[in-house]
Nanobody
Framework: QVQLVESGGGMVQAGGSLRPSCVGS????????MGWFRQTPGKEREFVAG????????WYADSVKGRFTISRDNTKKLVYLQMNSLKPEDTAVYYC????????????????WGQGTQVTVSS
């Protein structure tokens, strides 16, 4: 498994942008598919975006397609989530996760999780 730490959340007005990042540890970071999820109080954690180990495949939740972009730099063990045209409904704690299944959208397919970073979008 791998240890993950998110950063780069914050507060922004609707229409603005943020780019949270996630740094991993361990020699196997580059071997994992990575994902971003988000969660609001009282709701289940939901899938946002995923990227395969070599960045060949990217997949997104319908709610963020065209606005968010996931990317990674395996040499630096980093995963990014570029979030543009933010909406108040994007407000959540954002988590990065590592897994073994390309195309996965379920939390059950990811075995390592960060502690989360808060993103707040005001109207």
């Amino acid at each position: 498994q791998v240890q993950l730490v998110e950063s780069g959340g914050g507060m922004v007005q609707a229409g603005g942008s943020l780019r949270p990042s996630c740094v991993g540890s361990g020699r196997t970071f580059g071997a994992y598919a990575m994902g971003w999820f988000r969660q609001t109080p009282g709701k289940e954690r939901e899938f946002v975006a995923g990227i395969s180990d070599g960045s060949v495949r990217l997949w997104y939740a319908d709610s963020v397609k065209g606005r968010f972009t996931i990317s990674r730099d395996n040499t630096k063990k980093l995963v990014y989530l570029q979030m543009n045209s933010l909406k108040p409904e994007d407000t959540a704690v954002y988590y990065c996760a590592a897994g073994n299944t390309i195309g996965a959208v379920s939390v059950r397919n990811f075995h390592s999780w960060g502690q989360g970073t808060q993103v707040t979008v005001s109207s």
